[in-house]
Every structure is written in C-alpha cells, then in structure tokens.
C-alpha cells in the first residue's frame, strides 16, 4: 500500500511564499501523474497544478505564474513552490498521485493566508 504524505503548510501574511512537499512511502513506485489539489469548505476539490512523467505541467488560471510544481522522480517527491500569496489561495492542499494501480491521496496541509 502506497502513502503519500503532504507537508509545508502554514500561516503567510498576503504576498509571501510556501513550498509544499509531498513525498511517497515507497520510492520504486511511479506515477503517471501527480498534482496539488485544494478544497475550501462546502466547494469541491480542485486541480491546482499537475505533472506528468513528461514533465510536462498544468496550471490553473487561478495560480498561473504565481505557483510552481516540480518534481524529484528519483526520490519520488513533489514540491508546490507558492509565491505571491493570496487570501483566495487559503484551502487544505492535497497531493495525488496516480498510476494504473490506483488513485492515492495525501492527507492534506492547510495553508492559512491572512494578515
């Protein structure tokens, strides 16, 4: 059974940066994607960023140009680099991996931007 395990939320005043980290418990397990996801309560969970084996990546409108996801295969972790936050951007950040086996989930980081 695979785990993944999100870390690096926190409380940021308006306009500072995180950098989430999602690391799996085993690390000869690949995905064919992986992805941050955020939910707010009482909305439904969305796509934030995503990569592919590739490399390559998606973005939603919403942190285009703001978020980074980048990702160590080697180590099979993945990064969220957050810049210029906003209040919009408060939610519990989810990190997902996926492959022909299954679905897997982190248990979610909640990150607080306020001043």
């Known amino acids: 059974q695979v785990q993944l395990v999100d870390s690096g939320g926190g409380k940021v005043q308006p306009g500072g940066s995180l950098k989430l980290s999602c690391a799996a418990s085993?690390?000869?397990?690949?995905?064919?994607?992986m992805g941050w996801y955020r939910q707010v309560p009482e909305k439904e969970r969305e796509l934030v960023a995503g990569?592919?084996?590739?490399?390559?990546?998606h973005y939603s409108d919403s942190v285009k140009g703001r978020f980074t996801i980048s990702r160590d295969i080697t180590n099979n972790m993945m990064f969220l680099q957050m810049n210029s936050l906003k209040p919009e951007d408060t939610a519990v950040y989810y990190c997902?991996?996926?492959?022909?086996?299954?679905?897997?989930w982190g248990q979610g980081t909640q990150v607080t931007v306020s001043s």
């Open positions: 085993r690390t000869r397990i690949a995905f064919d994607f």
């Open positions: 997902n991996g996926f492959n022909s086996r299954g679905n897997y």
């Open positions: 990569i592919n084996s590739d490399g390559y990546t």
